[in-house]
């Protein structure tokens, strides 16, 4: 399969999966498609099998390419890996036409559609809004992450935590962003496409590890509560 033909066979399951994306985990030696004698890249099903594999153990596991590579490493093996992706078998590219390309993970979406797409009221985007939690770009469209930010936000009034309580959640971001910018500007330095890649892969990794230690000092604090 071709690079573009792969793509469209992940994204249907990993909708923010970029050409770019593909490019940077072969540089990392996660996968190895072989060349045309023109330069093209040339993936096999055992190829788009391991990609699977990666895109789910960062997703799902938040999972660094250094411990990734390690496992499929162990897999080539021979070795069984317990509580990890399990590595599937692909089946040949289908010869009808190719499915539509989801919406590109860089799409803005404007007002109304934000509303949309989370069923959240006006009343509580307007209050998001009043306190720094979610707003426009410029041109007054929002970034993707606004639907996410909106949907949970949503989700959590119905607990009766208002936009007044995730102030702090804001506050602790911005410092999260702060941090995370010292530690990636050597990387944010170099200059092309892999360097942009890579600090990006970055950002993803330090964002899973630091949700994850969020997750588990909230449940050691409320530990005594609940038992």
């Known amino acids: 399969m071709s690079i573009g033909e792969v793509l469209n066979q992940l994204r249907g399951d990993f909708p923010d999966v970029s050409i770019s994306k593909l490019r940077f985990l072969e540089s990392e030696g ?83 559609d934000l509303l949309a797409r989370t069923g959240v009221s006006e009343e509580i985007l307007v209050d998001l809004e009043k306190h720094g939690i979610v707003a426009p770009e410029d041109g007054g469209l929002y970034a993707p992450d606004a639907v996410e930010v909106l949907t949970v936000a949503g989700a959590l009034s119905e607990y009766g935590v208002t936009a007044r309580h995730l102030r702090a ?51 050691v604090g409320l530990g005594q509560t609940l038992r």
């Open 30 to 112: 996660l996968v190895e498609p072989s060349r045309t004698p023109s330069g093209y890249r040339k993936y096999t099903r055992a190829d788009v099998a391991r990609l699977r594999y990666v895109l789910a153990a960062q997703r799902d596991h938040y999972l660094p390419l250094r411990v990734i590579r390690e496992q499929l490493a162990a897999i080539d093996r021979g070795e069984t890996l317990a509580g990890t992706p399990v590595l599937v078998a692909v089946p040949p590219a289908s010869t009808e036409s190719p499915a539509a390309v989801p919406a590109a993970a860089d799409e803005r979406v404007d007002r109304a």
């Open 169 to 219: 959640y804001r506050v602790a971001a911005d410092r999260e962003v702060g941090l995370f910018t010292q530690l990636i500007a050597p990387l944010a330095r170099g200059t092309g496409p892999a360097a942009r890649d890579r600090a990006a892969e970055t950002v993803r990794e330090l964002s899973g590890l630091t949700g994850r230690l969020h997750a588990a000092l909230v449940r």
